[in-house]
Structures are given as C-alpha cells and as structure tokens.
T-cell receptor, first 117, second 114 residues
Framework: SAVISQKPSRDICQRGTSLTIQCQVDSQVTMMFWYRQQPGQSLTLIATANQGSEATYESGFVIDKFPISRPNLTFSTLTVSNMSPEDSSIYLC??????????????FGPGTRLTVL | KNQVEQSPQSLIILEGKNCTLQCNYTVSPFSNLRWYKQDTGRGPVSLTIMTFSENTKSNGRYTATLDADTKQSSLHITASQLSDSASYICVVSPAYSSASKIIFGSGTRLSIRP
C-alpha cells in the first residue's frame, strides 16, 4: 500500500486568488497524478507529475492554470491559479504501486476540498 | 471509445441487507478492474483488484465478480452496515497503457439506513 498525505485538507478561497496543494508520499515513486473531482462527478485526471521533467497535462488543463512542481520522488504540489467558483472541487493526489499480487493499483490521498467564493 | 458505466446511480437500503452494484465496460483489452470506496469528502480507497483472468475477489463483506465475456463486473455487499454509506467507483485499466489512461466510472452512491 501507499501512505499519502495532502495539505490543506480543505480551504475556502476568494475568487482571483491562488492555492497551492501539497502531496507527500511515504516512499519514492516515479509518477504522481493529480485529479479533480467536481461535485457529484467522478475523477478527472489533471496531469501527471514526473520528477525532473515538466508535468504532462490532459486535454482541457493547462500549466498556467494548474502549475505543478515535483522537486523529488516523494513530494509534489499543485497550484490552482486565479480561482473562480467553477474551480470548487476536491483535488486528489495519487500514485501507482504494484500490489502483493503483482497487479498495479492506484492509491489516493485524502483529498483537498476547495471552495471558491 | 473506452467507457465504464455504473448502475444504479444511487441506492438506499436498510442496514443488514445485501446489495449488488453493477459495472459495464467497453475497455478491451484491459489489464485490471478495480472497485473503490469513497467516503464523502475523502479520497477513494481500494476494495478489490481483479486481472482480466480472474472471476471473483473478496475483501471481507465485499465480493467482486468479473465476466470478461459480457464485460460486466459486480460488487456485492453482504450484511450492510451504516459505515458502508459511500460512493463506489469501478475503474478499468486498459492493457498496455500507462496509469494516466485508467477509466473511472461515475460511481454508485450507496446510502444505508438504520
């Protein structure tokens, strides 16, 4: 398994401001993933964060809006920039590990619940 | 297009009763199928993982089944408890793809009433 922590667990922000979310993993991983889950919806991948290189963004997400840092193999940050009420979501950090049965599975952090007023 | 569809969208049952959640997928070939439990406001937690060659996997009161011929999976919850109230998400990993290509179902919201 993987132990993943996120900070903050929740925040209420004013529109036009930015929030940086931190993700810490208990051991080294090559890739870390950032997801967004809007109210009542399933998870949508924002980007894949690779250590030592630029993050890879999915369609509909851009670096200017969601800059990502990956300074080492256990830590990453996601910034939600120039926020609007539409950015109100749960933001989740995730890693993939090989289970004891040899199957890859994805582990998720506890999430950051963001409300933008 | 690869898709994962879950039903029902929501379900309310009484405590102690059993229930079955459904997942239909069009992903082919696929590497594995996972069921997650997500409590409100929290991150998903893995319940079961099945490779394409497995038919069933249990985790306590949770039993997942997989029929690769009909491309269906189900999650059966036995003797439900109030703590089972959560969203249950079916996730399929396409074969030969990176983790960024996994496909999430929209989830079933389960409510257990005392």
């Amino acid at each position: 398994s993987a132990v993943i922590s996120q900070k903050p667990s929740r925040d209420i922000c004013q529109r036009g401001t930015s929030l940086t979310i931190q993700c810490q993993v208990d051991s080294q991983v090559t890739m870390m993933f950032w997801y967004r889950q809007q109210p009542g919806q399933s998870l949508t991948l924002i980007a894949t964060a690779n250590q030592g290189s630029e993050a890879t963004y999915e369609s509909g997400f851009v670096i200017d809006k969601f800059p990502i840092s990956r300074p080492n193999l256990t830590f990453s940050t996601l910034t939600v920039s120039n926020m609007s009420p539409e950015d109100s979501s749960i933001y989740l950090c995730s890693v993939e590990r090989t289970s004891g049965m040899g199957t890859d599975t994805q582990y998720f952090g506890p999430g950051t619940r963001l409300t933008v007023l | 297009k690869n898709q994962v569809e879950q039903s029902p969208q929501s379900l309310i049952i009484l405590e102690g009763k059993n229930c079955t959640l459904q997942c239909n997928y069009t992903v082919s070939p696929f590497s594995n199928l996972r069921w997650y439990k997500q409590d409100t406001g929290r991150g998903p937690v893995s319940l079961t993982i099945m490779t394409f060659s497995e038919n069933t996997k249990s985790n306590g009161r949770y039993t997942a089944t997989l029929d690769a011929d009909t491309k269906q999976s189900s999650l059966h919850i036995t003797a439900s408890q109030l703590s089972d109230s959560a969203s249950y998400i079916c996730v399929v990993s396409p074969a030969y793809s990176s983790a960024s290509k996994i496909i999430f179902g929209s989830g079933t919201r389960l409510s257990i009433r005392p």
